[in-house]
T-cell receptor, first 110, second 113 residues
């Protein structure tokens, strides 16, 4: 089946720094999403981005489907950005078997 | 609008028992998806219900089942619990079209002793 990898596995940032998180996938996908799970376990959908670039405030994401990777950019990081970031891919036309990556654990320190 | 609610928030069961978890989606949402999160396996998709029908299913044994009611509320059931079923179970709701944002509940933490 499809493999999803994320890098780096762990990241520590000083508040105000920028970062780039990467998601690689081993096969073509129909959909890709980025999620943030805060330290209390709440999961939030950040982007639905099968291709192209999207921006939402300090966060932006780019997916290059032909090269099978996606990037999540966090600019001017804040302590509230701490948590785990997951990418998830879907190979079907709808919600067929969503596959999550292992996540990147981000800690933003003041 | 009220968010996604899950009950109970915490649950302790023993091996062999069965458990039922409940998820109430955001009003107007017709799709409910269930996920299991464990330290070892990470986040895994269980199944998705849309308009009372299971639309998609992940790779889990038949002990894991679910259903959706006419008001879109969903339940998932795990029978013959095993220690490895200890996990955070998350549900997410969305309007139901591919590409819709999914909104997650706070999860149910199940511990199997």
């Amino acid at each position: 089946g499809i493999q999803v990898e994320q890098s780096p596995p762990d990241l520590i940032l000083q508040e105000g720094a920028n970062s780039t998180l990467r998601c690689n996938f081993s096969d073509s996908v129909n959909n890709l999403q980025w999620f943030h799970q805060n330290p209390w376990g709440q999961l939030i959908n950040l982007f639905y981005i099968p291709s192209g670039t999207k921006q939402n405030g300090r966060l932006s994401a780019t997916t290059v489907a032909t090269e099978r990777y996606s990037l999540l950019y966090i600019s001017s990081s804040q302590t509230t950005d701490s948590g785990v970031y997951f990418c998830a891919v879907e190979q079907g036309t709808s919600y067929d078997k969503v596959i999550f990556g292992p996540g990147t654990s981000l800690s933003v320190i003041p | 609008k009220a968010g996604v609610t899950q009950t109970p928030r915490y649950l302790i069961k023993t091996r062999g028992q069965q458990v039922t978890l409940s998820c109430s989606p955001i009003s107007g949402h017709r799709s409910v998806s269930w996920y299991q999160q464990t330290p070892g396996q990470g986040l895994q998709f269980l199944f998705e219900y849309f308009s009372e029908t299971q639309r998609n299913k992940g790779n889990f044994p038949g002990r894991f089942s679910g259903r959706q009611f006419s008001n879109s509320r969903s339940e998932m059931n795990v029978s013959t619990l095993e220690l490895g079923d200890s996990a955070l179970y998350l549900c997410a709701s969305s309007p139901g079209t591919a590409g819709d944002t999914q909104y997650f509940g706070p999860g149910t933490r199940l511990t199997v002793l």
